[in-house]
Structure formats: structure tokens, C-alpha cells
């Protein structure tokens, strides 16, 4: 059915117009349901056939609605993006790229800028999103596990959308594996969690001593980097210093890695910020591990030879770092498939029990969200493609689960439906 007619509404962080994603290619005009405009005036932002509203809420003033973080347009892409053949992240995992509900019109509330989301933002968001009309809401948007419902804006603002026959869909939270780390926990709303796909974009590290653990990266320099040569490993946290061990930018001011492969450990600063500051430091790659909790390794789009790696294996990758005189390479294996367990849940979904729902289960539903390629606001990686409207990224979160679940919302459970479900159908059925 693919949606048809059906307008999801997503309140993030704005969008991407002009990607191919948001193409209207053979888009019908928006609904006769529909009652919004296009945008605020004055603000530059075009609508076309599949993006038909773009607003921004800051503090009592509507600013651009254009997408400068990424994340709302990578929710946006998951749920509804049109079909693109060729999508890949530099290079891996390239095939075709499509939303749950690629011929849905989109509805875009933006509220959530450089220092944060604000309630008021929120809530004045979703009030619009019900005038214009929408048919269901996304609302990716973080909120913490011990706020009380009448304290958290996504249930507030639901509660109006449900009266009015609109599903409202948010992510369960990325603070697990932690127990009652839950968030979105209203009965009203669908809370989806996220788990993982059998796909890898597949690296491997290769010791000096000949052992191997796989990792992920996005980035694979096949034709740049020489995996035949080993390089010598260089850990900036073996003197004890935190920042320096995370491989935080300014805490490697003073350091040169010329020619080695360097150790990070995960946390305070994007993966990707890593590598920038280790590739000005002259380093030929990096390995970084996880913390024992952390059971998924990512595929970022790295500017610098890279492997993510489990914490078993960056354990084993420390000691041998640490008794010999170490050396390593990276080795790149493209895109895999058939990795198992999957789906398994990804260690960053918050788990319950809920601590302010009275224990009532969530989350909901689980859904894909662990290395989801969707639509990017700008170039990745360190050979940016001329053609920036062609941009994907992988991401990984609750909020690329909810965005599946948004776009699953079929018409048949819609007011306009000839035979529509009530919200508690819907959540039953999800």
C-alpha cells in the first residue's frame, strides 16, 4: 500500500529539502484532509509534493526549517523517503534506499536546535501538526526516565493528538542497558526500542601475532590505505589521562601519531571528531573499542582507516598493546550479510520497567535502529561527493526505530480509513 495519501508528521530537527529522498517524482498533491500551508514566510524553505509543510519553533519565533544537524532528516527518510537506487555510504552497503512509506507526504516541525528541545517548542509543534492535519506524528526526541507524564511534553502534546485520532509514535531512549532507563512512557503513545540487522560493513583488525577481530567501519580507503604493512600502535591514554585515552582533540594537541594506528576508548566526543583530530596528528588509522556494557559496534563514516571493535576484543587488543611492541593493520571487507544473533536489541535501548507509567510495559514495539542508512543533511567521510544532495549516513538510536514504526502506520489505521482504528488498535497491532 506503501501510505498513500497519508501525511506523517515528524517534529525533529527539520529537513533536507532538495535531497532525492524528498523527490515529488509522480507525488499526488497533498490530501484533501489537509489543512496547512507550505512554511512561514520569509524563511527560504520550498515545499514540493512530498514535503508539503516545513515549520520551526524557537521560543515564540519560526525560524528555517532546514535540517543543519541531520537527524531530523534522517528520521524523516526512514519513514517516508522515496526510493534511490545507488544509496550508500561511501561506498558499502549501496543498493536501494527506501522509507517504510515512500509515497506519504511529509509534515516537518522543527524544534529542536543546537542547545536542546524545548517543551513549549514541542507542544506548539504538535498543536500545529493537529490543525494541519496529519495522520501520525514522530517524535524522535529524548526526554529523561524519571520525568512524570505531566511534566513530559511528548505525552502532553499526544494526549491532544489522540483526541483527535492521530498516532503518535516517539523513541523508548538511549540510555540502556540500564534498567528503568525508559522514557516516552505514557500508555497513549507507542514507544519503540531498537534492535540490529544482519548487515555489517565489515572491518578487521590484524594484530603483529597474527590474531584478527572483526569491527565496522563505513569508511574502507581499500585504494589508499595498504593493509599488507603493519603499523605501530600508539595508545594516548597510557599515562592515565582520561580525555587523552578517549582521544578528545584538544587533549592531543601535543602529540604527533605519524605513521601509527592509534587506540581510542569510547565516549565524550562523536567517534568521527576522533578520527578528524588523529588524521591532523598524521595516524594512519585508529581502533576503538567499547565499554563492557556496550554490546553493538557502529559503522560511522570515519575521514581515517578505522574498526570499531566489541569490548572483549579491544580488551585483548590493550593487553597485547601494553606486553609487546606492538604492531597492527586494518583490513576492509565491504558490506556482509547474515550476522547473528539479529535482530537482537542494541545495548543503547533504554530498558525498562517504566518508573512513572504505574508498570505498565514498554516499550511497545522494537524496530531496526542499530546502522540505519537514510538520507544526511551534507557530505560524510573525507572525500565529500560534489553532489551533496546525494548524501546517506548511517545512525543508530531509538529514534531510527520509532521512525520505522511511523511509516508501518498503514491507512487502514487512520480517521480518514473507510474502516479506522482507534489508537489502542494501532498500539496492539505494532
Not at 522515496?82 to 507526504?105: C, E, I, W
Request: with cysteine; hydrophobic share 35%; glycine share 10%.
Amino acid at each position: 500500500m506503501m501510505s498513500n495519501g497519508m501525511v506523517i508528521g515528524i517534529i525533529d530537527t527539520g529537513i533536507k529539502p532538495g535531497h532525492p529522498s524528498f523527490s515529488d517524482y509522480h507525488m499526488p498533491p497533498a490530501p484533501p484532509t489537509w489543512k496547512g500551508n507550505c512554511t512561514t514566510p520569509g524563511s527560504g524553505f520550498v515545499c514540493n509534493d512530498k514535503i508539503i509543510s516545513g515549520k520551526a519553533f524557537s521560543g515564540g519565533t519560526h525560524p528555517s526549517p532546514v535540517d543543519t544537524d541531520g537527524h531530523g532528516t534522517h528520521v524523516a527518510s526512514i519513514a517516508a523517503g522515496r526510493q534511490v537506487n545507488g544509496a550508500s555510504v561511501l561506498g558499502t552497503a549501496k543498493g536501494v534506499s527506501s522509507g517504510m512509506a515512500p509515497k506519504a507526504h511529509l509534515a516537518i516541525y522543527k524544534v529542536c536546535f543546537v542547545k536542546g528541545c524545548a517543551d513549549a517548542d514541542i507542544i506548539a509543534a504538535i498543536d500545529q501538526a493537529i490543525k494541519d492535519g496529519v495522520d501520525v506524528i514522530n517524535m524522535s526526541i529524548s526526554c529523561s526516565p524519571t520525568a512524570p507524564l505531566y511534566a513530559d511534553s511528548v505525552a502532553l502534546g499526544s494526549m491532544a493528538a489522540i483526541q483527535h485520532g492521530i498516532v503518535a509514535v516517539s523513541s523508548a531512549g538511549n540510555e540502556g542497558p540500564k534498567t528503568n532507563s525508559l522514557s516516552h512512557c505514557a500508555p497513549w503513545v507507542i514507544a519503540a526500542g531498537a534492535v540490529s540487522t544482519d548487515r555489517r560493513a565489515t572491518s578487521k583488525v590484524e594484530l603483529g601475532d597474527g590474531r584478527t577481530f572483526n569491527g565496522q567501519t563505513a569508511y574502507q580507503p581499500v585504494n589508499t590505505f595498504d593493509s599488507s604493512k603493519l603499523y605501530p600502535l600508539e595508545y594516548p591514554g597510557k599515562n592515565g589521562d582520561a580525555n587523552a585515552s578517549c582521544c578528545v582533540p584538544n587533549a592531543l594537541s601535543n602529540m604527533n601519531f605519524r605513521g601509527q594506528i592509534v587506540l581510542c576508548n569510547p565516549g565524550i566526543v562523536k567517534d568521527e571528531e576522533k578520527g578528524k583530530a588523529l588524521y591532523a596528528r598524521g595516524a594512519e588509522g585508529m581502533i576503538i573499542f567499547n565499554w563492557p556494557e556496550q554490546g553493538t559496534t557502529f559503522s560511522r563514516a570515519h575521514v581515517i582507516a578505522a574498526s570499531h571493535v566489541n569490548y572483549p576484543d579491544g580488551f585483548d587488543i590493550y593487553d597485547y598493546f601494553f606486553k609487546n611492541n606492538a604492531t597492527a593493520t586494518l583490513r576492509f571487507f565491504d558490506t556482509e550479510f547474515g550476522f547473528m544473533p539479529s535482530p537482537s536489541i542494541g545495548y543503547l535501548s533504554s530498558r525498562g520497567p517504566s518508573q512513572m507509567n504505574g508498570g505498565l510495559i514498554k516499550p511497545d514495539v522494537l524496530a531496526p535502529g542499530i546502522n540505519i542508512l537514510a538520507a544526511w543533511h551534507k557530505d560524510v567521510g573525507p572525500n565529500p561527493n560534489p553532489m551533496a544532495t546525494h548524501t546517506f549516513d548511517f545512525d543508530s538510536g531509538t529514534s531510527m526505530a520509532a521512525a520505522h514504526v511511523t511509516g508501518r502506520q498503514q491507512r487502514s489505521s487512520l480517521p480518514s480509513s473507510p474502516r479506522p482504528r482507534t489508537q489502542c488498535q494501532v498500539q496492539v497491532a505494532s
